[in-house]
């Protein structure tokens, strides 16, 4: 079982367990457990296989919940989870995958109304049920409302790329242990888009036997948890708590013709074809051919330049304009995470990361980062215990003894500052104007109102103390929608002013969206790919943050940290000179 499943497997043992009224704290031991999983750099599943001692070295995890990380590798679940869930009606469980659910509500619901399904809450809320509820007003129950019919109407679950990227990695390097297979992954997972359906592999064989052996070699996989379809040429699965794979196989001459076919996107397929027609050609998964002779299809280049395209990034195949460029020669030369040279958004236990200033700063150099901003979230943020002028002032001095001691490497002076209410700013511009980069966000009391966020943004993105706009939308992918906001309005302060836009790249935010930051791009603004890292290992996140920057089109010099720490702090809108200590 991959990483993304373990961590699934476990985060539900804790909300059986809080439906269960259990001790607070075993709740906590599996929740915790859930994000320390999540954060592990590498399969637990070969750690298991290799040296299962070693899980408890893992932060939280003692003998016991090393001996369940094990079970669940070896035989996909665990079982205490098998017995507790056994113990609920599976109805609730779909209830606890409802947004604005959590355990303790749906207990509550359970116990006091007996509900024990989205049917249930359906027909409860019909009746006017919910509001004789303690803690369900009028207005929490038509949200609910809103929620359950989007629930029922997004039948398919889609993965995080993040998530998706753990799954496709250990299958593509199981499959790739053969050596006469050219194996790839297409669809939408090769066009990074933030989430995906499902997988699609293809591989390159030569017809019959070693076509036979690859579609034999994918469904022994061990991770499948259910075949669902195979043939000489192709099989589909479903991986253990994980998405489905389709698996091609194609001939060699045939190969960068069916890639271009799985990788889509549909529409950006359609419009190829569209191209072909126009040349008397015909475009299909096989090749590219005239009449019945195959012009092109080894090869993606090969098949783009006979339709008289230059090869396209498959992060811009999405039929936005991409084509056009292509003809003329004007594709962008795409940003890379190569080109990135620091992390502008990162926190520390000094609020709520996970690890240290100088352990930050560590990983951050082991990356070959030349600069790091630390943010840490500023006071407002009392569950995370901002940080008010004077610890920010002692972190600060922290930095100043740090840099001195750095070598070739710059830790930047700065907050991640919540914008307030009405866009006031968190901290007092006597202390703003000695950071060195501020990054603004808005994390409380979004409002139903676009204008009543529109103006918070923009009134944080004309301060001159603010560098950066922070996850913009505040969308939360499967869990929390964009807050409404004039996106228009946002991007001409920005332009006005030169505030960057965030690309943030944690795996459940991916904010902003892509085609936002294409339409921002296209007026102007400028931008940093950042991870929001909360501990070391998110500090890997920077290539979900350059993939949405690659499918907005972007080159390296609309990236602000893809450039040296000298020509950022050029460009930084409030260019106060670098004071090193006193
Ligand atoms: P998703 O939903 O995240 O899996 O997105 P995709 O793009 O991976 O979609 P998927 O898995 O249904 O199909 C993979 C690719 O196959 C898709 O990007 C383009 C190609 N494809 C699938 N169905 C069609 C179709 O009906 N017409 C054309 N032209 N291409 C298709
Ligand atoms: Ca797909
Ligand atoms: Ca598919
Ligand atoms: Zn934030």
Same mark, same amino acid.
């Given at each position: ?204 064989? #030569?017809?019959?036997? =070693? &076509?036979?052996? @690859?579609?034999?070699?994918? *469904?022994?996989?061990?991770? /499948? +948890?259910?075949? $669902? ?92 304009? #991409?084509?056009?460029? =292509? &003809?003329?020669? @004007?594709?962008?030369?795409? *940003?890379?995470?190569?080109? /990135? +040279?620091?992390? $502008? ?100 009391? @979004? ?114 940290? @893809? ?20």
């Amino acid at each position: 079982m991959e990483n993304p499943a373990i961590a699934a497997l476990f985060d539900e043992m804790a909300d059986l367990l809080e439906l269960d009224g259990a001790l607070v704290f075993r709740v906590r031991a599996y929740r915790n457990a859930a994000r320390v999983i999540r954060d592990v750099g590498s399969p637990l599943r070969e750690l298991v296989e290799t040296d299962p001692k070693q899980l408890t070295e893992l932060p939280g995890i003692g003998k016991d919940l090393a001996g369940k990380i094990q079970e669940t590798v070896t035989t996909g679940d665990f079982a205490d989870h098998r017995d507790l869930r056994a113990k609920f009606p599976p109805g609730l469980l779909e209830l606890l995958r409802i947004q604005g659910l959590g355990p303790k509500r749906v207990k509550q619901l359970y116990d006091e109304l007996h509900l024990a399904s989205p049917d249930d809450l359906r027909a409860a809320i019909a009746q006017g049920r919910l509001v004789e509820l303690r803690g369900f007003g009028q207005r929490s129950v038509e949200k609910l409302q809103e929620q359950l019919e989007k629930a029922g109407a997004t039948a398919e679950r889609r993965f995080l790329l993040a998530d998706a990227e753990q799954w496709a990695t250990a299958l593509l390097k199981y499959l790739g242990a053969e050596k006469r297979l050219r194996v790839e992954a297409a669809g939408s997972y090769r066009r990074r888009r933030e989430t995906v359906a499902d997988l699609d592999i293809l591989v390159a064989a #030569e017809p019959g036997e =070693a &076509a036979g052996d @690859a579609v034999t070699r994918f *469904v022994r996989y061990p991770e /499948i +948890q259910e075949v $669902l379809a195979q043939g000489e040429t192709k099989a589909s699965v479903r991986l253990r708590g994980g998405p489905q794979v389709d698996l091609r196989v194609v001939s060699p001459e045939e190969h960068g013709a069916a890639l271009m076919y799985f990788t889509g996107s549909k529409q950006h397929n359609i419009e190829l074809r569209k191209i072909a027609q126009a040349k008397d050609l015909k475009l299909s998964e096989y090749g590219l051919f005239r009449g019945e002779r195959r012009v092109a299809g080894a090869t993606e280049e090969e098949v783009y330049a006979e339709l008289g395209l230059d090869w396209i990034p498959p992060e811009l195949r999405e039929a936005r304009g #991409e084509i056009e460029l =292509a &003809a003329r020669h @004007a594709l962008p030369d795409l *940003v890379t995470l190569d080109h /990135i +040279q620091g992390e $502008l958004h990162a926190h520390t236990n000094a609020t709520d990361g996970k690890a240290s200033l100088e352990e930050m700063v560590d990983g951050a150099r082991k990356l070959g980062y030349r600069y790091l901003a630390i943010t840490d979230h500023s006071k407002r943020v009392t569950m995370a215990l901002g940080l008010d002028e004077r610890r920010l002032r002692e972190q600060w001095a922290q930095i100043d003894e740090l840099n001195a001691r750095l070598d070739g490497f710059t830790v930047l002076k700065s907050i991640e500052l919540d914008i307030l209410d009405h866009g006031e700013l968190d901290l007092p511009d006597d202390v703003l104007a000695e950071a060195d980069y501020v990054v603004a966000s808005l994390h409380y009391g @979004a409002s139903k109102r676009e204008a009543d966020n529109t103006k918070r943004l923009v009134t944080a993105a004309l301060h001159p103390h603010v560098d950066a706009i922070g996850h913009p939308t505040g969308q939360l992918l499967g869990r929390r929608d964009p807050y409404p906001l004039d996106f228009d309005e946002l991007v001409a302060a920005c332009v006005d002013t030169g505030c960057l836009l965030e690309l943030n790249g944690s795996p459940e935010r991916m904010d902003l969206p892509d085609h936002l930051a294409a339409a921002a791009a296209a007026r102007g603004v400028r931008f940093v790919c950042s991870t929001d890292a909360h501990a070391v290992s998110h500090l890997d996140a920077m290539r979900y943050a350059v993939s949405i920057a690659r499918r907005a089109g972007l080159t390296k010099s609309q990236v602000a940290n @893809a450039g040296s720490l000298a020509q950022l702090r050029k460009e930084l809108k409030h260019r106060s000179p670098y004071r090193p200590t006193q």
